[in-house]
């Protein structure tokens, strides 16, 4: 039996919060992600973690403890998730009976029932601000009458002060059950980790004619690996941390399938200064020595799966790639996406960068006084068919039914169009 403490991660997604919670020194036991495409590429990169590919709507604590093979009794030290929350207060009535909040109340229902030692809680810099933050204190007040104590005051934390050469600002809630001391929120980075610094070392896609149809390639570093690069290699046992080391090909350039731009869209590209606007596509063009803007997901396939703009490359005329989004968003190398660009970028746009995670794992570490030992196990990825399945395939996989609803096009329903004004201003955050 492990003595690693043990966590469980609500929407899950391709695996984020997941993995900066592993290489912090917790075993994820359980996974729970409502889309079949982001739960077949969470369980590529976590083959020993139990995935439930359903809404945790359908499922209670003890389906997830048998998912995680842990007894009725046995501890679970964390839960964690960004419950999605688009519900707007109403005067006088409360903000999380609002059904679109509805997953927030399943969030905190699921903590009561598992009664973890530690809670984390995810979620949009808009949830901090004017009406929203109603829903805010309103989680706060359900999470304390369930018998936790919540840090106060809550924080914002932006993943460029992490490790990340990103600017991404989300909002993290942390709380400890009665009895557990708080842990504190993690210190800020004394230095920030560039764009070159992060991507310098790939070589351009476009030297590679098999990227045009497929995601892979063999290659070779531009460079020899150091500093950020190095730990996006894992050249050493500081890029594993306390995680499991992974058993992958390091000869293959991953998640790199091609975009063919027009010409005049790479004048276009190529005459935009760093750190600024492209005027027609309005793609962001990175800066050299600046961080990357906010990678976001997009929309999925009820809302018409519309790709959310890839920044440019400093150098290249082009967007980036899927691999290269990853190294701005702190994953690995060896930790793979779906083949395509859509839902590659989807499932790097909606993770919590794993370097943060693993930033606020060590404080809940150090807060629970768990001995953390780096493991000796070195894990095989699971079967690449996962990361090629659309969404029937994926939920056949998982014996489900397609979960994603059909996409509503009435465009008379302005009740309706307000609604969806207002949850996107509540994403963009």
Same mark, same amino acid.
């Not at 020194?25 to 992600?33: I, K, L």
């Given at each position: 039996?492990?003595?690693?403490?043990?966590?469980?991660?609500?929407?899950?997604?391709?695996? !984020?919060?997941?993995?900066?919670?592993?290489?912090?020194?917790?075993?994820?036991?359980?996974?729970? +992600?409502?889309?079949?495409?982001?739960?077949?590429?969470?369980?590529?990169?976590?083959?020993?973690?139990?995935?439930?590919? =359903?809404?945790?709507?359908?499922?209670?604590?003890?389906?997830?403890?048998?998912?995680?093979?842990?007894?009725?009794? +046995?501890?679970?030290?964390?839960?964690?998730?960004?419950?999605?929350? =688009?519900?707007?207060?109403?005067?006088?009535?409360?903000?999380?009976?609002?059904?679109?909040?509805?997953?927030?109340?399943?969030?905190?229902?699921?903590?009561?029932?598992?009664?973890?030692?530690?809670?984390?809680?995810?979620?949009?810099?808009?949830?901090?601000?004017?009406?929203?933050? =109603?829903?805010?204190? @309103?989680?706060?007040?359900?999470?304390?009458?369930? !018998?936790?104590?919540?840090?106060?005051?809550?924080?914002?934390?932006?993943?460029?002060?992490?490790?990340?050469?990103?600017?991404?600002?989300?909002?993290?809630?942390?709380?400890?059950?009665?009895?557990?001391?708080?842990?504190?929120?993690?210190?800020?980075?004394?230095?920030?980790?560039?764009?070159?610094?992060?991507?310098?070392?790939?070589?351009?896609?476009?030297?590679?004619?098999?990227?045009?149809?497929?995601?892979?390639?063999?290659?070779?570093?531009?460079?020899?690996?150091?500093?950020?690069?190095?730990?996006?290699?894992?050249?050493?046992?500081?890029?594993?941390?306390?995680?499991?080391?992974?058993?992958?090909?390091?000869?293959?350039?991953?998640?790199?399938?091609?975009?063919?731009h027009t010409e005049t869209s790479r004048?276009?590209?190529?005459?935009?200064?760093?750190?600024?606007? @492209?005027?027609?596509?309005?793609?962001?063009?990175?800066?050299? =020595?600046?961080?990357?803007?906010?990678?976001?997901?997009?929309?999925?396939?009820?809302?018409?799966?519309?790709?959310?703009?890839?920044?440019?490359?400093? @150098?290249?005329?082009?967007?980036?790639?899927?691999? +290269?989004?990853?190294?701005?968003?702190?994953?690995?190398?060896?930790?793979?996406?779906?083949?395509t660009k859509w839902h590659g970028a989807?499932?790097?746009?909606?993770?919590?960068?794993?370097?943060?995670?693993?930033?606020?794992?060590? +404080?809940?570490?150090?807060?629970?006084?768990?001995?953390?030992?780096?493991?000796?196990?070195?894990?095989?990825?699971?079967?690449?068919?996962?990361?090629?399945?659309?969404?029937?395939?994926?939920?056949?996989?998982?014996?489900?039914?397609?979960?994603?609803?059909?996409?509503?096009?009435?465009?008379?329903?302005?009740?309706?169009?307000?609604?969806?004004?207002?949850?996107?201003?509540?994403?963009?955050?």
């Open positions: 039996m492990s003595t690693r403490p043990i966590a469980i991660d609500l929407f899950a997604g391709a695996g !984020g919060l997941s993995l900066g919670l592993e290489q912090a020194g917790f075993d994820v036991v359980c996974a729970v +992600e409502i889309d079949p495409v982001h739960a077949c590429v969470h369980k590529y990169n976590f083959p020993n973690c139990g995935v439930i590919a =359903q809404s945790i709507e359908d499922i209670d604590g003890k389906y997830i403890r048998k998912a995680a093979g842990l007894k009725a009794r +046995e501890r679970v030290d964390l839960v964690a998730g960004g419950a999605p929350c =688009q519900g707007f207060s109403l005067m006088g009535q409360r903000a999380l009976d609002d059904p679109r909040n509805s997953l927030v109340k399943e969030y905190i229902r699921i903590i009561d029932e598992i009664k973890p030692s530690y809670f984390l809680f995810e979620n949009v810099k808009g949830l901090t601000v004017g009406r929203h933050k =109603q829903i805010l204190d @309103e989680i706060i007040s359900e999470l304390e009458s369930i !018998g936790y104590n919540v840090l106060h005051p809550w924080q914002v934390l932006n993943a460029k002060e992490h490790g990340v050469p990103q600017s991404r600002e989300r909002l993290f809630l942390m709380g400890a059950r009665k009895g557990f001391s708080l842990p504190k929120y993690p210190e800020k980075c004394a230095d920030t980790v560039t764009c070159e610094e992060a991507l310098c070392d790939i070589p351009d896609a476009e030297e590679f004619d098999e990227l045009i149809n497929a995601d892979e390639v063999k290659f070779k570093y531009l460079k020899r690996a150091k500093g950020y690069s190095a730990l996006m290699r894992c050249t050493s046992s500081a890029g594993w941390k306390n995680g499991y080391k992974r058993k992958w090909n390091h000869q293959l350039l991953t998640s790199s399938l091609r975009t063919d004048r276009r590209f190529k005459e935009t200064e760093p750190g600024s606007i @492209e005027k027609i596509s309005r793609f962001f063009k990175l800066s050299k =020595q600046g961080v990357s803007n906010t990678l976001r997901a997009g929309t999925d396939s009820a809302r018409g799966a519309f790709t959310s703009p890839r920044p440019i490359h400093y @150098e290249y005329p082009r967007c980036i790639t899927v691999r +290269e989004m990853a190294r701005l968003h702190g994953f690995p190398d060896w930790f793979r996406f779906h083949e989807r499932q790097i746009g909606n993770a919590v960068p794993p370097p943060l995670a693993c930033s606020i794992g060590k +404080e809940i570490v150090c807060a629970g006084k768990y001995q953390v030992i780096p493991p000796d196990t070195v894990l095989s990825l699971g079967k690449k068919s996962l990361l090629e399945v659309d969404m029937s395939s994926a939920s056949k996989y998982w014996g489900i039914e397609t979960p994603i609803a059909k996409r509503n096009r009435k465009s008379g329903n302005k009740k309706r169009k307000q609604m969806e004004i207002e949850e996107a201003m509540l994403r963009v955050g």
